[in-house]
């Protein structure tokens, strides 16, 4: 596919960084939709980061469908799930041995594990214990008739993970300051962040901070990846330390540990929940109350009718997705949107692209919390199906039914606008500064 210099650049900016700082660039695509379902993209240069070798971005929620579900012709194992290649054949090895990218059958194999924390029957024991949590968030802030709603958000799912995992409380800020590093790594207010005292931590905690590395770069002045197994020393020795403790890690890390995992497999089910595990909600839960605030006339509606709860929560998921794009790669010479893909080539569905086309969504860019069906596609779709999705609802739902109960005059701080997260992968927040009358 050929454009004229400046389209072409154009097109490059839902690539960009930079760009999802401002918002994801829901116009644009809905530009690109209506021309063409499937574009290329050249993957520029981004400050210290080389230059890739471009890629597809498949924007249709039909096709975004097809490319999930189609693991035999667009595979998560060859090439990883990143836009960005890892940078080495080693990183790459590491990156496969995570059920993320992984295709079936050995992705059964992995998710079998996964599963097993999140049945009906492990989540439903979970939830009056994060019903609780959320509460309580909710009423200690509530005197104080103002707070940053990103940081009260933060704590449910980084509580939650803990209780399934089994890491102690004093070391939970371990596990943001890990998402920070992973899921920040284009912005560099999270980039580098380590704000966890090391006083506060246990003995394992302290010991693990010992493995930190010290330099985001390499010998040879590239970037160090995120994902590497060099970038998590630490996280990964405190997972094997965890994992030695008598009578811990939950139910989760005996299991992996039973089902013979290898190391490489064991340290990325760790980094799964540690990470993306957490990123949802974290995520979710900001980015929707940024929404509801933008449509008063949906937050009241939510407040004085809380069985809407269930399908608020649906809509939010698909007018703030967590997650912006996933890569897959070719596996053979296939035809997609009218394009000819080759083998080899890389793959990008953009789930918030999806979530916005006109085609499945009457009126996509109006927030509905009544709506119904709503078939977005914020936890994936075939059988990378997000295995935490029922958890993350409880927690989006636990968490906007207590603001709605409590905090019913809820509105944005004026003079105080939300800071957005610089990713070209999280659709995040950085800060909500909202307030609510008292008394």
Known sequence: MTLDRARQERVNRIFLPATYADGVP???FRELRAEAPVWWVEEPA??????????????????????????????????????????????????????????????ARLRRIVAAAFTP????????????????????VRPAGSADFVRLAADLPVWTLARVMGVPEQDRGLLRDWANRVIGYQDDDYAGSGTTDPAGLTDLGRAALAHRPTSRTAPDGRPVNPRSRAALADMFAYAHALARRPRSGGGILARTLAAGLSAAEFETMFFLFAVAGNETVRNGLPGG??????????????C???????????ELLRYWPPVIDFRRTATRDVELGGRRIRRGD???????????????????????????????????????????ARLARLQMRSVLRHVAELLPGLEPVPGRPPRRLVSNFQNGLKSLPVRWPVG
């Not at 004085?304 to 399908?311: F, H, I, K």
């Open 289 to 302: 109350l940024h929404a509801l605030l933008a449509y008063p006339d949906q937050y009241r509606l939510l």
């Open 346 to 388: 890389k793959v990008v569905v953009y789930h918030a692209s999806a979530n916005r086309d006109e085609a499945v969504f009457p009126e996509p860019d109006r927030l509905d919390v009544t709506r119904t069906p709503n078939d977005h596609v914020s936890f994936g779709f075939g059988p990378h199906f997000c295995p935490g």
């Open 121 to 140: 029957r492990a989540v439903a024991e979970l939830a009056e214990a994060v019903d609780a949590r959320a509460r309580e968030l909710v009423e200690a």
């Open 26 to 28: 829901y116009g644009l």
């Open 304 to 314: 004085e009718r809380p069985e809407t709860t269930d399908s608020a929560v649906e």
């Open 46 to 107: 981004v400050g210290d980061w080389p230059a890739g070798r471009g890629y597809w971005a498949v924007l249709r929620h039909a096709d975004v469908k097809h490319v999930l579900r189609s693991p035999e012709l667009y595979s998560s194992h060859l090439g990883a799930t990143q836009i960005r290649d890892p940078d080495s054949p080693a990183d790459l090895d590491f990156a496969r041995a995570m059920m993320l990218n992984q295709d079936p059958p050995d992705h």
